[in-house]
T-cell receptor, first 116, second 113 residues
Framework: NAGVMQNPRHLVRRRGQEARLRCSPM?????VYWYRQLPEEGLKFMVY????????ESGMPKERFSAEFPKEGPSILRIQQVVRGDSAAYFC??????????????FGPGTRLTVT | SQQGEEDPQALSIQEGENATMNCSYK?????LQWYRQNSGRGLVHLIL?????REKHSGRLRVTLDTSKKSSSLLITASRAADTASYFC?????????????FGQGTRLTINP
């Protein structure tokens, strides 16, 4: 059973370009979460999605960032017009139906975005 | 703001010794989880303790939870070089609605051979 897959693992973008990060959840998981980690810091929640629905995007910056989880295919985190401050590791996690409260989440290896 | 604060920020011990890491948080929770992150890698779930539990064991790991003090500790017994990693506590805040975890800044643990 393959784990959470993320690609690319490393992404370099110039300021002003777009970054697209992909996440395929574990088989059987329909809940996806995106987190951002700055160097030497913990992970910060960005967005929680189910298939075709954004459930909670309270951690997403209001501009330039968007996320989707279509009926078919991976979840996509899209960052438009990247700036140097967007440089970070972006982690995707998935879970089966978490029920009441957040249960164990399974993390991918992350995408390290560098903006030059 | 960060929910969890880990203490210490960094810990270096000799192989075979026990390692204790602490986590404090601010709001009421459904559960608290501990994760490990090896350098440059994703997070691996270690253990989940619910708000009505006080202690939980898994192999060489022992987690305690004190909801009155809003704190938790992770004990790794008989440490090994392979335990070298960053350890994060993550809380599931009560009443937040969505299934999101709030992470602390982590403890960097180094096990010296």
């Amino acid at each position: 059973n393959a784990g959470v897959m993320q690609n690319p693992r490393h992404l370099v973008r110039r300021r002003g370009q777009e970054a697209r990060l992909r996440c395929s959840p574990m088989k059987g998981h329909s809940h996806v979460y995106w987190y951002r980690q700055l160097p030497e810091e913990g992970l910060k929640f960005m967005v929680y999605l189910q298939k075709e629905n954004i459930i909670d995007e309270s951690g997403m910056p209001k501009e330039r960032f968007s996320a989707e989880f279509p009926k078919e295919g991976p979840s996509i985190l899209r960052i438009q017009q990247v700036v140097r401050g967007d440089s970070a590791a972006y982690f995707c996690a998935s879970s089966p139906n978490p029920g009441t409260g957040a249960g164990e989440q399974y993390f991918g290896p992350g995408t390290r975005l560098t903006v030059t | 703001s960060q929910q969890g604060e880990e203490d210490p920020q960094a810990l270096s011990i000799q192989e075979g010794e026990n390692a204790t890491m602490n986590c404090s948080y601010k709001t009421s929770i459904n559960n608290l989880q501990w994760y490990r992150q090896n350098s440059g890698r994703g997070l691996v779930h270690l253990i989940l303790i619910r708000s009505n539990e006080r202690e939980k064991h898994s192999g060489r790991l022992r987690v305690t939870l004190d909801t009155s003090k809003k704190s938790s500790s992770l004990l790794i017994t008989a440490s090994r070089a392979a335990d070298t990693a960053s350890y994060f506590c993550a809380t599931d805040p009560l009443g937040q609605g969505a299934q999101k975890l709030v992470f602390g800044q982590g403890t960097r643990l180094t096990i010296n051979p």
